[in-house]
């Protein structure tokens, strides 16, 4: 039996032998030639002006919930669409039950405010 593995354990000791080669080869024969340049932080080609923590408005959480609802919902109702008529009633009753909570976060987007751009 240990026999049919053996062709695995081969490949996976050859590759990580491979993989670990080429690494160190890197380290040993890149070239080192540290600067300002090379070690400053990159931040789209300017100066950093602001700290990294900062904190960011609620409107960008508010989008990615909106997105997640929506991209949720595409997720589940093409294969419920494509298994309805297998599923009958209580698929449809369950899909409609998710679709309500859906909505009610879809509601809850909207009274904040996440659909208003500035």
Do not use: H, Q
């Amino acid at each position: 039996m240990l026999e049919n593995y053996l062709p695995v354990l081969v490949f996976l000791a050859v590759g990580l032998i491979v993989g670990v080669v080429m690494v160190m080869m890197g380290f040993a024969l890149g070239t080192r030639r540290p600067d300002s340049e090379k070690l400053s932080p990159y931040e789209c080609g300017f100066e950093a002006f602001e700290d990294a923590r900062m904190k960011f408005d609620v409107r960008y959480y508010l989008v990615a919930i909106l997105f997640i609802i929506f991209d949720l919902e595409i997720a589940f109702l093409f294969p419920w669409a494509i298994v309805l008529d297998k599923i009958g009633g209580v698929g449809l009753v369950a899909m409609t039950v998710f679709l309500g909570v859906l909505v009610v976060g879809f509601i809850y987007e909207w009274k904040k405010g996440a659909l208003e751009w500035e």
